[in-house]
């Protein structure tokens, strides 16, 4: 697997990197060097990539003018480079041409990681001299700022003292910084007739980061002896000189409180943090997970010991967000293009790029030709209550019921729409919201049969009190099969199904219930459980209701336009379960339902930062038409459509798309897709193999199994019949989290007895497949 | 004023930045200049500032190699060189050993706008050609990339075809698009050996910017004259190449593109946005404002005729989120940072940096010994409902109220705290939430004292059916004098304050009603219509609740520890009052009360993006505290303390604390201060004039004014006696809209008869007496 970051306790560890080429990095890297050598700390050179005649080469260079040559026998000084080229040209290029091996990005960092890790016991510190300027090719073509990023080694970056070079070290130090790094000190050539320094003196002071000089080089001699004597008698000058003492002492510091800060933030953290959802007599520090930076699918976590990170796997995609990968430099660049363009301005009555553009991509990709409106708010909680509001109000106009008539929402039991108290609401009673004091659960939610893997069976469960109604549980051949809609809707349960639900409401509007909305997680049901609803089920419900405005008013409605909504406007809330977390643009288009109005959040900005977009209808929006202000939809946050999330979200979704065409999950699918016809071009699949899915529900420990696009979802028999209190999943959780490896582990989230897993739409197959094979080692 | 971006319909104006200092951009500008020529289109060359000879200078290049030389008379051509320095060092260093004229940045780009605007009519091209590499310091040291940033020109950018030029030339892209730049072309040298066009061209064709080249040029001649004529040949032979035939035919699309894009955005906007807070009937596409970016106090916004752009002072402060200024790169830098290293993690029982280090700096910044623990939510709705949320249970919880005894909050009349379901519900009842489907007004609030100048003076305006308790309206010597509650503290107003708010509540008691909060916007009422509430009577109400638990509940109970809450738990709602809104950092420090739960979002991220911070006492805390899990505070968003967010706040913090303590702001100061006791050390005062106050209040068509921190509000007369419906703040909003220069006008907001204008804390004293001058025509 590719290699995390980097951190040893004790051996100090910097990258070297150029603001443009010949600005002197290996000069610099010798006097540091040499500067820690005289302070009788070991040291470890690295050149992971060297282009050119290898006797000048850069390690070779580092070698020759070590303080004290002899010294490489106890460890005490060792110049390494890892990959050598012979022509002087960029990397990828020279790499391209000559007969070696040419490492693979990962590979290159494993092979540093693996040479460090050697070293780290030894202590002292190490240098990684990059080649050429920050953003010089790599073996691969890869750009450096990106290709060594997931070590996340702090930097030194040497300036450029000639003509434009202010100009290149202030942008060689923003690639850097944009992606994460920790520049910790910058040193250049004095140059009386530029003096650069001057400039970036002052610039880096500003941004906290020691910026010195070093005296310039004598100029180039023509005999090669002569030149080297200088070189050497430079060395001797300024290895011990004041100034790289003090930016050694500087690196020393900055390291040092690198690892203070990681240690202590947890029990900083456990006592002036109040945590989400979290019950703080049941924390304490030593559970609290430091999180020292992160990249694609991998957190880099504090762990014990002398190698002070690890790589955890994000299992529950940060509370499900994640989609292009942590750290995704498309997603940065994209967010700091829209603060700088914009920051953040005005959206009522206003209108900016970001937002406009968004907005008409979002209604294109959902392709619901119902959909013409984006209501924009900050997360899934606000955008639920926007959908709300949208469609009570639409109901309320329709079917002409006054001021005091009570609506509810029509739902499923265990469905959750977040926490505001609005979205609470919108919930039946349950753990998470009836201690909350206002809390007062408005609607009715229907039980429904459940669809999983059981014992290697895909099984559509029927719960007990449903039985009488349905039958019993039905097995089907392949999940594929209970996602085939069209073929079960010819079938008898489709007919039960209604039936249950007209009679239903039936009696609901005896009792003289009034709804305004059918409001539905498509597909799965996220926090109540990971619950994958029987698709046929959600179908039925939204046909019985679209069909009987009878059921809901005294006054049966039918609008004429066929994009109008009838019945009860249907709500997806696709917070969750949309823009391909279930392999699909939209769970509704499994479903083969087109909701009213439509709520996306999370996965929109790609797993960056927060943003909600709600679509509805024109029919839904013509509701609050009238000629009283007060009549508009009286929602509005600060922020909405801030700039920055929506450039973000417009990047996240054509990536997203792009993905999708290019075929980037075809390996994914092809373990689920074999058994289907072959006609199906949208086919049911997910990252995790179905072979996998299929097997694990076999377990003796394992209830049932789900996967759908990147999720899997994993119900733990709950052995001590303690129920919500059971720790099956939570023992599960543990030994995940101790892992197989000291360099990763698992880091997952559990809901009740469910333990469940979040990739991303970048996850590779290894990264999945290495969860796959530790589970399956937990789970024997 | 400053100058802002510029857009004409037929100029089509394009800058030229280097990759590098010696890449040829003026060789490239020559040919563009050429090319164009040949075209037939005027074009119109400048180059801002340049240092050299003048003989060798770029604009003397561009005219000796220009296609036809006699077309200047004509204005066919024009080549101008603004600013020359002889020195050829960078242009800062130039400049200052020069004995010339230093123009100042913001000179300096009007320079450039009044250029281009007399050129707008002629049509054809323009190209400004910027000095070295794109942070090569302008005269007075600024980085181009920042100085040049406010006129937005789209970029070509002269890529670098030396060894290390993909480098550089990457990083300078990087540099331009972070501050919002579109870079629509690059070109640079072929190089047969280096051969950067190769991985140029491939990276960027995926950000959708064609890369050229055109042939090297010559190696140096010894004699200038054969010099001279090979470069005559170089560009005969390539300024009607096909290549750059076609780089011209797209810059030009992209020119005609933006328009039509910013033309067409208001009408597509009304067809797709559903906006919030706006009835769709009273809305048409001219009055919806295209904001094309934005700088500073201003955006750019779209306007009728020939200079399409004009700058519009942001004068709602969008929404009243602005504080460091649009586009502010500081806060984009910080943005990316934590883009790159984080993206978002996890933070339920994790911890990352940005998230710890701004809780700990937060609870320092408010100075309140009570506040010990950070809740983070997404914006100020979500952050009430928290509050709200801590408050209830706590109360519940010390007084053993079962779940069902129903809970209000105590408020003030006419106060709001955000657009959710349950920050709807701790209003009253008012045209923001009354006709909400599930709104339910839950408490009681109180009539109160206002603050304002009326007529010149500042008065402690008491409402009519408050008369027969407190007396008829106050005047005051200053607005100082009615901040000063240690003295009002002493007279008998404070004690009329105290009896009537404890009548009260003697009665709601008697009535059987349960409150479980107080819950105030300190000092102004935002949302409710900018209503200066009398401190005095916040702080008595405070006091009254704080030492009355009997009024509140049965069992009534001090605790001991000094920190911890008494009678009812005190929240301040500070999303918009706090972190410097008001020029303190907090407004509780004007009440001088320590609320025990304390909200901040807003300027808590300077203006950028949503984040919100519910801060909280220890006490607070531990009634959530039990055995078992669901117990807990159930709220969480997935983006929960987003480490962008975070990232931008702790800047956000910094630098507004940095503005208080360098002084940024005693100009301001100065003009509220003369009259102050000279030992005050946080005194009371605005950045509005209070002279501009105090005339404005005496208008005819003023009713009342008042100015604190960044604020002002005025409350016109409604002479037409609509209430509500009066149009007196709408015509005022719609003449500052029409504006009284072509270049500029002032975009504000409007609550019911109430206009009012807000500064961000970088605002300059001459963008805020541009607003005053332009009020002082408008309100004759």
Redesign the interface.
């Known amino acids: 697997m590719a290699a995390g970051a980097v951190l040893y306790r004790n051996l100090r560890t910097f990258q070297i990197w150029g603001a ?3 600005v002197g990095k290996t000069v610099f890297s010798t006097v540091l060097c040499n500067a820690a050598r005289a302070k009788r700390d070991r040291v470890q050179y690295i050149k992971p990539v060297s282009t050119g005649n290898i006797e000048d080469a850069d390690s070779s260079h580092i070698r020759r003018f070590a303080v004290d040559r002899h010294l490489d026998k106890d460890d005490a000084f060792s110049s390494l480079c890892l990959h050598q080229y012979e022509l002087p ?2 990397p ?2 020279a790499a391209a041409v000559s007969k070696l091996h040419i490492p693979q990005d990962d590979a290159l960092l494993t092979e540093i990681a693996q040479v460090l890790s050697q070293r780290a016991e030894l202590g002292g510190w190490a240098f990684i001299e990059t080649a ?6 790599g073996p691969n ?1 890869t ?2 700022a990106d290709l060594y ?1 997931p070590l ?1 080694v702090p930097a030194v970056l040497i300036a450029d003292s000639k ?2 070079g ?7 130090y ?2 850097l ?5 920790d520049v910790e000190s910058v040193l250049l050539f004095e140059d009386d ?3 650069n320094d001057l ?1 970036l003196k002052a610039y880096f002071k500003q941004h906290g980061t020691p910026c010195r000089t070093l005296p310039k080089l004598h100029a180039p001699q023509p005999s090669k002896e002569k030149d080297e004597e200088l070189m050497l008698r430079y060395y001797e000058k300024h290895s011990q000189s004041p100034i790289i003492e003090e930016i050694l002492a500087h690196m020393k510091q900055r390291h040092d409180d690198r690892i203070k ?1 990681l240690e202590s ?2 029990s ?2 456990h ?13 304490s520090p030593e ?8 990249r694609g699918d991998y ?1 880099q976590t504090l762990q014990k010991g002398d190698s002070l990170l690890r790589s955890s796997f ?1 299992g ?1 995609g ?5 989609g292009l ?5 498309q ?3 994209a ?19 970001p ?2 553009q968004l ?2 991509m979002l ?1 294109g990709y959902l392709s619901n030709p119902r959909l ?5 708010s ?5 955008g639920i ?1 926007v959908a ?2 949208m469609a ?2 639409a109901a ?1 106009i329709r079917y002409g019921w006054g ?1 005091n008539e009570k ?1 509810g929402v029509l739902g499923l039991s265990g469905s959750y729409h ?6 609470m ?1 919108c919930s039946e009673p349950s ?3 009836e ?4 809390y007062e659960g ?1 609607g009715f939610w229907f039980s429904y049969p459940t669809v999983s893997c059981v014992d290697g069976r895909w099984t559509v469960a029927v719960p007990p009190a449903l039985q009488q109604h349905f039958g019993a549980d039905k097995p089907f051949r392949s999940l594929a099969d209970i996602m085939d809609l069209e073929r079960r809707e010819a079938g008898r349960e489709y007919e039960q199904y209604r039936v249950f639900i007209t009679q239903t409401l039936k009696k609901l509007r005896d009792e003289g219930r009034r709804f ?1 909305a059918l409001l539905l997680e498509p597909v799965v049901l996220g926090a109540g459980g990971m619950i994958f609803v029987d698709p046929l089920f959600q179908r039925a419900l939204v046909s019985v209701v679209r069909s009987s405005p009878q059921l809901f008013a005294d006054d049966a409605h039918f609008p004429s336009s066929s994009s109008a909504w009838t019945g009860l406007p249907v709500v997806f809330d696709e917070v969750f379960t949309g823009l391909y977390r279930l392999g699909r643009r939209s769970a509704a288009s499994l479903l083969q339902v087109h909701p009213d109005i439509s709520v996306h ?2 996965l929109l900005t790609g ?4 943003l909600c977009a ?1 679509a ?1 209808s024109e029919d839904i ?1 013509r509701a ?17 459509a ?1 700039a ?2 929506c450039s973000v979200a417009i990047e996240s979704l054509k990536e997203m798309d792009k993905l999708d065409a290019t075929g980037a999950w075809d390996a994914f699918k092809r373990t689920w897709t074999v058994t289907q016809e072959s006609n199906d071009d949208e086919p049911v699949w997910s990252v995790w193999d179905k072979s996998f899915v299929e097997e694990t529900s076999g377990r003796a420990r394992v209830d049932a199994v789900w996967a759908l696009g990147s999720v899997l979802a994993i119900t733990l028999k709950d052995v001590s019949g303690a129920g919500y209190k059971s720790t099956a999943a939570k023992d599960v959780q543990a030994a995940l989290f101790a892992g197989d490896a000291p360099e990763w582990n698992v ?1 997952s ?1 559990i809901l009740g007895n469910v333990i469940y897993f979040m990739a991303g739409q970048t996850s590779t197959q290894e990264s999945v497949q290495r969860v796959q094979e530790v589970l399956r080692k937990v789970l024997v």
Chains 1, 2 share one sequence.
Do not use: C
């Not at 050429?132 to 090719?137: E, N």
């Not at 202010?166 to 060689?172: D, G, H, K, P, Y």
């Not at 967010?335 to 790029?353: K, S, T």
């Not at 201690?435 to 206002?438: A, L, M, R, T």
């Open positions: 443009n080429t010949e040209i960029s990828d290029r050429g300027g920050v953003h010089s090719p073509g750009s450096q990023r996340r003509l434009g202010i100009s290149q070290t202030i942008a060689a923003e690639s910084k944009i992606r994460g790094y007739y530029y003096q400039q800060n933030m947890p900083r953290a006592s002036k943090i109040w945590y989400p959802f979290t019950q703080s007599t049941m924390l559970k609290i997970t430091a999180i020292d930076s992160a957190f994000d529950s940060s509370w499900w967000t994640q990968g942590h750290g995704n430099p997603l940065m660049l967010a700091a293009y829209a603060a700088g363009r914009y920051g953040h301005v005005m959206f009522a009555e206003a209108v900016h790029e937002a406009l907005a008409e209604l013409s409106r984006v209501f924009y900050d997360n899934g909680s606000t209550e709300v509001k009570l109000r309320r001021p609506l977040g926490d505001t108290m609005g979205a609401d753990t998470y919201n201690k909350i004091e206002w408005k305004g959040a999370k797993g960056l930062l927060p709600t509805a929006f609050f038409e009238s000629d009283d202000k007060s009549d508009a939809l009286l929602h509005g946050h600060s922020y909405t801030h920055v999330g880091h989230r």
